[in-house]
């Protein structure tokens, strides 16, 4: 499954972890009542268990553009 990192408001895996906007790849999801983890890998090589949360699927991630896209042109 593919997720695109949106980190929230919590923006501490900014640089070199992982990129606002990339997309990637969940190696695993694992639930841990009541959370959802993503297992990532990372622009730094490592793998990390990561909060669902941080993340938006690729479908709402292409909604969102086209929105601002169609927005944008209704200026």
């Known amino acids: 499954m593919k997720v695109v990192f949106n980190s ?3 923006q501490r895996f900014h640089g070199n972890k992982l990129t606002i ?4 790849d969940v190696v695993e999801s694992k639930l841990d009542d009541p959370y959802t ?3 990532v890998l990372c622009d730094d090589g ?14 709402v991630h292409r909604n969102k553009i086209i ?8 200026l």
Request: net charge negative.
């Open 8 to 10: 929230g408001k919590n």
């Open 37 to 39: 983890y993503y297992h």
């Open 46 to 59: 490592v793998e990390r268990d990561l909060l669902a949360n941080k993340f938006i699927s690729l479908e």
């Open 21 to 24: 906007g990339k997309s990637y």
């Open 67 to 74: 929105n601002e896209i169609l927005n944008e042109s209704n």
